[in-house]
């Protein structure tokens, strides 16, 4: 299936973003509302995949301070393909911005698998809308493909 990669400012696709947080963070996550949505989204560039139909399928978000999250894809387009599309385009991005070190936030129970794939403690554990986690860093240059299922 053809999809279609596109990098949008908040103002520009805050509504299709929107919606598929809630759907995936909000609904499906149980995430509380108030902690998905923040001041770093209207500074942040936002990916989107769309299909053949035009159909926003995922999103993600790259902040001024060089984060990787918010990725946010549709129970139907959980394939390691959409994952690496999504990636490529924030890494692409990150890459025009000239980020020497990218940072992700990840649950608690993942930093050991991260850690072995290259990823570094950044801070101290925090909590994140009741959830343990860890800001982990990467050289740019070798950022490798995280685990997706474990980051927000």
């Avoid at 149980?30 to 995922?58: G, K, N, W």
């Avoid at 403690?121 to 860890?134: K, T, Y």
Wanted: proline share 5%; charged share 25%; net charge positive.
């Amino acid at each position: 299936m053809a999809f279609t990669v596109k990098s949008v400012d908040w103002e520009n696709g805050k509504p299709i973003i929107q919606s598929l947080r809630k759907s995936v963070f909000v609904v499906e996550w149980r995430i509380p509302q108030a902690s998905e949505f923040d001041d770093q989204d209207s500074t942040a560039t936002h990916v989107l995949i769309l299909d053949r139909d035009d159909e926003a399928v995922a999103t993600a978000r790259l902040t001024r301070g060089g984060e990787l999250g918010r990725i946010a894809v549709k129970r139907s387009h959980r394939t390691l393909s959409i994952y690496k599309t999504l990636f490529a385009a924030l890494l692409k991005t990150a890459k025009q911005k000239s980020f020497p070190t990218l940072n992700v936030v990840c649950n608690l129970d993942s930093v050991a698998y991260h850690r072995s794939i290259g990823f570094k403690p950044a801070g101290r554990v925090f909590m994140d809308a009741g959830v343990p986690r860890q800001r982990l860093k990467c050289k740019a240059k070798q950022f490798p493909l995280p685990d997706v299922t474990q980051l927000h």
